[in-house]
């Protein structure tokens, strides 16, 4: 890992958070059938592995670095609002959840739009 910059080992622990999360939040969603808790659990591991890539890719350009810290922070507001109001009966903040699904889009966009740049502006 000595080749990887600090904001691709940065991506690749939040994507390793995140897939552990979402099979930590799947488990909690099947014993205590909660709906909530799959969501959140979804979120997690739709965008981990995702955030694993854009670590690779972060070596050699910074919008994958922008594109993951837009995804990581996004999942983090998004399914840790939602497990929060599963657990403490109200969420982390007013607009959490919408607020990081709004960064989620965005880094996703970000990371399409990434493969219309020509090579010298990634």
Do not use: E
Not at 22 to 32: E, F, N, P, Q, S
Not at 44 to 50: D, E, H, S, V, Y
Not at 57 to 78: C, D, E, K, M, Q
Not at 80 to 97: C, E, H, Q, T, V
């Amino acid at each position: 890992m000595g080749s990887l910059t600090r904001s691709s080992r940065l991506l690749m622990f939040f994507g390793g958070i995140s897939g552990a999360s979402g099979i930590m939040l799947a488990a909690a969603a099947y014993h205590g059938s909660s709906d909530i808790l799959q969501s959140a659990a979804l979120i997690c591991l739709a965008n981990g592995p995702a955030l694993l890539a854009l670590s690779l890719i972060a070596v050699r350009t910074s919008v994958a670095a922008v594109s993951g810290v837009l995804i990581a922070a996004g999942t983090l507001l998004f399914a840790g609002d939602i497990a929060a109001l599963n657990y403490l009966g109200s969420g982390l903040f007013r607009m959490a959840a919408p607020l990081g699904g709004t960064a989620i889009i965005a880094g996703w966009l970000i990371a399409a739009l990434a493969a219309l740049l020509p090579a010298g502006k990634r």
